[in-house]
């Protein structure tokens, strides 16, 4: 076997997680366990954003020789379904195996051609170490999903390489690599039910974000609010020359930075920053999402913009993304899980302020479910006092906890009020 | 996708719920082409000596009526039973008998069956009553020799209403194979409950929804209602038991007493659309229970909490705010009634029962200070099966003009209102294939702006006319977003 590829093999550990899960009204332990690929001499895996969450209370990693060690997390970013771990050496070292760590190399997912052999290695089904062989099925596979890393968005900023080589649950988060061994993509998920429809981030991608999540945690991208819509078939009605190039925009997200500067559904954007933009077919937009994302929170991008023939340029101060998905906690004495309501979940819903939590979970026979709350509501009020923070809640929670009183909530179903007494 | 499997599996209980009495979200029409077919016949037989010719006589206060929904692309026939209420013909018929959506120029062909004769006599819509949600039809001269109104079987000294446990009987009608043939049902009073109406319930199913009830001495005590749900458990070989909520359409047990409908009788409307309307302007009237009452210090009555006051409504005029409690009604406290929701139908009963024009007063809490407000109603904007509709055949849509509620549906402020919605998309037409739905919010046609109804359909008209047009794009609204949509035509 090449050696570069017996090196890789002792770079695969499978990583067993628990972590807290907030959705039942209650604090709750879930196990799971997936994949990951040692990267650095220092010990620091690369896995997926689903594999390890920031909720993860317990990381353990089993390494080549079958000894399993402790892991921190130390970068999580679910735009791009990557997580990154620091194993503790500490510990390794204390252990004194006969055991020199290694690590893998990053192979470039740029120059993989389809019909290109690729290998998977990971954890199918909680079976240690698997190697599976395939082909590189696509390698500039478009997809986009609001809800994929548990519930958080992801593929807006990549797009992924597709393989048929064996991708079962459990290998997600290991790497995807060619002959010699080197790392070309991340494993990260495939169609259930399908015959080998697998996918993976490209090494481009997953360097660069290994690289900002080692530096700062996580990743800030710029928000403008675009939703943008392939051009494919349309020129012709937009009478454009194919070289033009242009994005189209399907839709402007309610109160967002482009929304303000006066961008519209239905308008070309043909430039950012005077620089053309090609965006005919869906699998060349996440790159352009990507431009935009990596500009500075608070600059200015200008956007030349074609509506009904006219070009004219728009300034768009960017904002920072944010995930639908807000802070969760688990109120346990009323039975009530929540998260906050996020900017983007009260534009998504046509919320006209972000005040309130959102009902995840309810514990049947506790308080808030007596009360008569529902999954799915908005509590914006509680003792008439606005929810403007979790802690705002959590507050009223603990004070509960320390004298059980009658409590006035405030709480929309869709645009409908409604007040609940929730009660020891 | 291979998330790695963790949660707990969530079981919802289900609450049936156990009074859906008028208005009641189920709307069940009786559409004879594809109803169940009917099995329960008539219970027990009669105490009375004189109930044969009781029965004879009442038999002829009711009839079938049968109208055509013609839509876009179809037909639909349906078929309702009726009461009539005086010598001109006048037959009123249940709030669920029309489908709300339905344009009233698109309800066609009323004919009135006197039971057992399979020959119909022509009628006209005459319109919905708000009050009493009834629709009235008014049938041809043929047939005033062969009914008797209801009014004949109300004498001075009728009761208001029967007594509890009062053996109660009325009539159901066959299906029209059967030439609507009228049977006998009776029974047990078995509760009286102000919903707010007050509604008997009887130990089983008395008579059909929308036909007199009747005492033992023959005189009018009510009128059926649509029935409520009730809970059964369900086997079966593959599912366990697990409640389901069963509705008998065709008969019901629950029926609005004598004193709540003969007041009534007299509200024919003036004209088909119902109107004059009268209007609050509020959304999302929410009733309370009696913990958040105790907490809010009012002990023996009720408040409905207002979600939203509607832009440029009689409500805002007056002052009313998101969020205040309505306390009263022209100085008089809400009742406490039961189950906590028929709160929100007694507001309503109070503004329909009124004219555009007249005042209301209001007792509102607003934090904890109450606030006396008189609005002075207005007249309902227009309403959805009044708006004006275009249907285009090749490009497989129709167009509906944008009414107040649509806005309230797509949550903008009065003064963006505009375009056009689209209210039927052809299954497999040109618009269909390109993605448009139902209740799209039509913003552009062309890139143009449509701003008004005559406009959209100008333009879509242009389009429909032109043989060599090979595309068009629309952008829709659906929610918070919106979408660019290319039709291919031919």
Same mark, same amino acid.
């Given at each position: 076997?090449?050696?570069?590829?017996?090196?890789?093999?002792?770079?695969?550990?499978?990583?067993?997680?628990?972590?807290?899960?907030?959705?039942?009204?209650?604090?709750?332990y879930?196990?799971?366990?997936?994949?990951?690929?040692?990267?650095?001499?220092?010990?620091?895996?690369?896995?997926?954003?689903?594999?390890?969450?920031?909720?993860?209370?317990?990381?353990?990693?089993?390494?080549?020789?079958?000894?399993?060690?402790?892991?921190?997390?130390?970068?999580?970013?679910?735009?791009?379904?990557?997580?990154?771990?620091?194993?503790?050496?500490?510990?390794?070292?204390?252990?004194?195996?006969?055991?020199?760590?290694?690590?893998?190399?990053?192979?470039?997912?740029?120059?993989?051609?389809?019909?290109?052999?690729?290998?998977?290695?990971?954890?199918?089904?909680g079976?240690?170490?698997?190697?599976?062989?395939g082909?590189?099925?696509?390698?500039?596979?478009?997809?986009?999903?609001?809800?994929?890393?548990?519930?958080?968005?992801?593929?807006?900023?990549?797009?992924?390489?597709?393989?048929?080589?064996?991708?079962?649950?459990?290998?997600?988060?290991g790497?995807?690599?060619?002959?010699?061994?080197?790392?070309?993509?991340?494993?990260?998920r495939?169609?259930?039910?399908a015959?080998?429809?697998?996918?993976?981030?490209?090494?481009?991608?997953?360097?660069?974000?290994?690289?900002?999540l080692?530096?700062?945690?996580?990743?800030?991208?710029?928000?403008?609010?675009?939703?943008?819509?392939?051009?494919?078939?349309?020129?012709?009605?937009?009478? %454009?020359? %194919?070289?033009?190039?242009?994005?189209?925009?399907?839709?402007?997200?309610?109160?967002?930075?482009?929304?303000?500067?006066?961008?519209?559904?239905?308008?070309l954007?043909?430039?950012?920053?005077?620089?053309?933009?090609?965006?005919?077919?869906?699998?060349q937009?996440?790159?352009?999402?990507?431009?935009?994302?990596?500009?500075?929170?608070?600059?200015?991008?200008t956007?030349?913009?074609?509506?009904?023939g006219?070009?004219?340029?728009?300034?768009?101060?960017?904002?920072?993304?944010?995930?639908?998905?807000?802070?969760?906690?688990?109120?346990?004495?009323?039975?009530?899980?929540?998260?906050?309501?996020?900017?983007?979940?009260?534009?998504?819903?046509?919320?006209?302020?972000?005040?309130?939590?959102v009902?995840?979970?309810?514990?049947?026979?506790?308080?808030?479910a007596?009360?008569?709350?529902?999954?799915?509501?908005?509590?914006?009020?509680?003792?008439?006092?606005?929810?403007?923070?979790?802690?705002?809640?959590?507050?009223?929670?603990?004070?509960?906890?320390?004298?059980?009183?009658?409590?006035?909530?405030?709480?929309?179903?869709?645009?409908?009020?409604?007040?609940?007494?929730?009660?020891? | 996708?291979?998330?790695?499997?963790? @949660?707990?599996?969530?079981r919802?209980?289900?609450?049936?719920?156990?009074?859906?009495?008028?208005?009641?979200?189920?709307?069940?029409?009786?559409?004879?082409?594809?109803?169940?077919?009917?099995?329960?016949?008539?219970?027990?037989?009669?105490?009375?000596?004189?109930?044969?010719?009781?029965w004879?006589?009442?038999?002829?206060?009711?009839?079938a009526?049968?109208?055509v929904?013609?839509?876009?692309?179809?037909?639909?026939?349906?078929?309702?039973?009726?009461?009539?209420?005086? @010598?001109?013909?006048?037959?009123?018929?249940?709030?669920?008998?029309?489908?709300?959506?339905?344009?009233?120029?698109?309800?066609?062909?009323?004919?009135?069956?006197?039971?057992?004769?399979?020959?119909?006599?022509?009628?006209?819509?005459?319109?919905?009553?708000?009050?009493?949600?009834?629709?009235?039809?008014?049938?041809?001269?043929?047939?005033?020799?062969?009914?008797?109104?209801?009014?004949?079987?109300?004498?001075?000294?009728?009761?208001?209403?029967?007594?509890?446990?009062?053996?109660?009987?009325?009539?159901?009608?066959?299906?029209?194979?059967?030439?609507?043939?009228?049977?006998?049902?009776?029974?047990?009073?078995?509760?009286?409950?102000?919903?707010?109406?007050?509604?008997?319930?009887?130990?089983?199913?008395?008579?059909?929804? @929308?036909?007199?009830v009747?005492?033992?001495?023959?005189?009018?005590?009510?009128?059926?209602?649509?029935?409520?749900?009730?809970?059964?458990?369900?086997?079966?070989r593959?599912?366990?038991?697990?409640?389901?909520?069963?509705?008998?359409?065709?008969?019901?047990?629950?029926?609005?007493?004598?004193?709540?409908?003969?007041?009534?009788?007299?509200?024919?409307?003036?004209?088909?659309?119902?109107?004059?309307?009268?209007?609050?302007?509020?959304?999302?009237?929410?009733?309370?229970?009696?913990?958040?009452?105790?907490?809010?210090?009012?002990?023996?009555?009720?408040?409905?909490?207002?979600?939203?006051?509607?832009?440029?409504?009689?409500?805002?005029?007056?002052?009313?705010?998101?969020?205040?409690?309505?306390?009263a009604?022209?100085?008089?406290?809400?009742?406490? %009634?039961?189950?906590?929701?028929?709160?929100?139908?007694?507001?309503?009963?109070?503004?329909?029962?009124?004219?555009?024009?007249?005042?209301l007063?209001?007792?509102?809490?607003?934090?904890?200070?109450?606030?006396?407000?008189?609005?002075?109603?207005?007249?309902?904007?227009?309403?959805?099966?009044?708006?004006?509709?275009?249907?285009?055949?090749?490009?497989?849509?129709?167009?509906?003009?944008?009414?107040?509620?649509?806005?309230?549906?797509?949550?903008?402020?009065?003064?963006?209102?505009?375009?056009?919605?689209?209210?039927?998309?052809?299954?497999?037409?040109?618009?269909?294939?390109?993605?448009l739905?139902?209740?799209?919010?039509?913003?552009?046609?062309?890139?143009?702006?449509?701003?008004?109804?005559?406009?959209?359909?100008?333009?879509? @008209?242009?389009?429909?006319r032109?043989?060599?047009?090979?595309?068009?794009?629309?952008?829709v609204?659906?929610?918070?977003?919106?979408?660019?949509?290319?039709?291919?035509?031919?």
């Open positions: 076997m090449n050696p570069g590829f017996n090196r890789l093999l002792e770079a695969v550990v499978r990583i067993d997680v628990r972590e807290i899960a907030f959705e039942a009204g209650t604090r709750r879930a196990s799971s366990l997936g994949s990951g690929v040692i990267i650095s001499p220092d010990g620091i895996v690369l896995t997926n954003a689903h594999v390890v969450s920031r909720r993860a209370v317990e990381i353990n990693v089993t390494l080549a020789n079958l000894e399993r060690v402790g892991a921190k997390l130390i970068g999580w970013d679910h735009w791009t379904d990557l997580a990154v771990l620091r194993i503790d050496l500490e510990e390794v070292k204390r252990r004194d195996w006969a055991w020199e760590m290694s690590h893998a190399e990053f192979g470039d997912s740029h120059a993989l051609y389809p019909a290109q052999v690729v290998y998977a290695v990971g954890t199918p089904h079976l240690t170490r698997t190697v599976t062989r082909i590189v099925s696509n390698q500039n596979r478009y997809f986009e999903d609001s809800r994929g890393v548990n519930g958080y968005e992801t593929g807006t900023f990549n797009t992924w390489l597709q393989t048929d080589a064996a991708i079962n649950p459990g290998n997600s988060g790497p995807l690599v060619t002959e010699d061994g080197r790392v070309v993509g991340i494993t990260s495939g169609y259930l039910g015959n080998n429809l697998g996918f993976a981030i490209p090494s481009a991608t997953a360097r660069a974000v290994l690289e900002a080692l530096r700062d945690g996580e990743i800030v991208r710029s928000y403008v609010g675009l939703v943008p819509g392939a051009l494919q078939d349309l020129e012709n009605f937009y009478s %454009l020359e %194919l070289a033009a190039g242009g994005v189209l925009i399907n839709s402007v997200d309610p109160g967002s930075p482009a929304a303000r500067a006066g961008l519209r559904g239905g308008d954007v043909m430039a950012i920053d005077g620089e053309k933009v090609d965006g005919r077919f869906p699998e937009l996440p790159p352009i999402q990507n431009r935009i994302a990596s500009r500075p929170v608070g600059a200015t991008l956007f030349t913009v074609r509506r009904n006219e070009a004219r340029d728009y300034p768009v101060v960017t904002e920072k993304l944010e995930s639908r998905v807000g802070e969760e906690w688990a109120l346990e004495k009323w039975g009530l899980s929540v998260r906050k309501v996020s900017r983007a979940y009260a534009r998504e819903n046509q919320l006209e302020e972000e005040t309130g939590v009902v995840i979970g309810l514990q049947s026979g506790f308080p808030a007596v009360a008569g709350l529902s999954r799915g509501d908005v509590i914006t009020k509680i003792n008439q006092q606005p929810i403007d923070t979790l802690e705002v809640i959590k507050t009223a929670h603990a004070k509960y906890e320390a004298q059980p009183e009658p409590t006035l909530f405030e709480a929309r179903r869709n645009r409908r009020v409604s007040l609940y007494i929730v009660k020891p | 996708m291979n998330l790695p499997a963790s @949660g707990t599996a969530r919802e209980k289900l609450r049936p719920s156990l009074f859906k009495l008028l208005p009641s979200p189920v709307r069940m029409r009786r559409s004879w082409a594809f109803g169940p077919v009917m099995v329960l016949m008539a219970s027990g037989a009669p105490a009375a000596t004189d109930l044969p010719a009781l004879a006589e009442r038999a002829k206060s009711v009839v009526v049968e109208y929904t013609e839509t876009e692309t179809e037909r639909q026939l349906t078929a309702s039973m009726g009461t009539v209420i005086d @010598g001109e013909g006048t037959i009123i018929l249940p709030a669920d008998a029309v489908d709300p959506r339905a344009a009233i120029w698109q309800l066609k062909e009323f004919k009135v069956y006197v039971p057992s004769d399979p020959e119909s006599v022509p009628a006209v819509y005459l319109g919905q009553d708000a009050f009493t949600g009834w629709h009235f039809v008014r049938a041809a001269e043929a047939i005033r020799s062969r009914v008797v109104p209801i009014t004949a079987f109300v004498r001075d000294g009728s009761p208001d209403a029967p007594e509890l446990a009062e053996l109660v009987w009325g009539i159901g009608l066959r299906h029209k194979d059967e030439d609507f043939a009228p049977y006998l049902l009776q029974g047990h009073v078995a509760l009286i409950q102000s919903l707010p109406q007050r509604v008997a319930i009887a130990q089983q199913e008395v008579a059909a929804p @929308g036909l007199p009747f005492n033992r001495s023959g005189e009018f005590v009510g009128l059926a209602v649509s029935s409520f749900g009730q809970s059964y458990l369900q086997f079966s593959a599912v366990s038991g697990a409640p389901v909520i069963l509705i008998n359409v065709e008969e019901s047990s629950a029926f609005t007493v004598a004193g709540e409908v003969l007041p009534y009788l007299g509200r024919v409307p003036q004209h088909a659309s119902g109107r004059p309307l009268a209007w609050l302007g509020t959304y999302g009237l929410e009733p309370m229970d009696r913990d958040v009452a105790k907490f809010l210090k009012l002990s023996a009555q009720s408040g409905v909490v207002v979600s939203e006051v509607l832009e440029g409504s009689p409500a805002e005029q007056a002052g009313l705010e998101d969020r205040d409690i309505i306390l009604l022209d100085g008089e406290p809400l009742p406490r %009634l039961k189950p906590d929701r028929v709160i929100v139908t007694h507001i309503q009963r109070e503004i329909d029962r009124r004219a555009p024009g007249q005042t007063g209001l007792t509102v809490l607003r934090g904890s200070e109450r606030i006396e407000l008189a609005v002075v109603l207005g007249e309902q904007p227009k309403l959805m099966r009044e708006a004006e509709r275009k249907y285009f055949d090749t490009l497989g849509l129709t167009a509906r003009e944008f009414v107040y509620s649509d806005g309230i549906a797509q949550r903008i402020k009065p003064a963006e209102a505009g375009g056009v919605i689209v209210h039927y998309v052809k299954p497999s037409s040109p618009v269909a294939i390109a993605g739905r139902r209740e799209d919010w039509l913003r552009e046609i062309d890139g143009v702006e449509v701003e008004t109804f005559p406009e959209a359909v100008e333009q879509l @008209g242009r389009i429909e032109d043989e060599t047009r090979s595309e068009f794009v629309l952008l609204r659906r929610g918070a977003e919106t979408a660019v949509l290319r039709v291919k035509l031919r």
